[in-house]
Nanobody, 118 residues
């Protein structure tokens, strides 16, 4: 089992920056990748980006490219989402997830609320 806990979400103004963290515990050695997702009110869950746990290779969705950066600290077993130039449409609950295999996201955190005011 892998446990994930997000933190860092809060109310910010448009144009602000915010960094979310996702701390992993448990069988972290089994993780091959971690990812960020978000769900805005009334919307489907959206993939934001991911990072391979060993090599640190990142992938960021088009909606976040140029503004969001994903990184990780293997020693702290923590993944980060640096969000810059935030927009009201970035308002959502942000979730982190972990994969132990090639495709399916096996573990999920509880989510952290990010609200961007205009």
């Amino acid at each position: 089992q892998v446990q994930l806990e997000e933190s860092g979400g809060r109310l910010v103004s448009a144009g602000d920056s915010l960094r979310l963290s996702c701390a992993a515990s448990g069988r972290t050695f089994s993780m091959v990748a971690m990812g960020w997702f978000r769900r805005a009110p009334g919307e489907e869950r959206e993939f934001v980006g991911s990072i391979s746990w060993s090599g640190g290779r990142t992938y960021v969705a088009d909606s976040a490219k140029g503004r969001f950066t994903i990184s990780r600290d293997n020693v702290k077993n923590t993944m980060y989402l640096q969000m810059n130039s935030l927009k009201p449409e970035d308002t959502a609950v942000y979730y982190c997830a972990a994969r132990t295999g090639p495709t399916e996201w096996d573990y999920w955190g509880q989510g952290t609320q990010v609200t961007v005011s205009s």
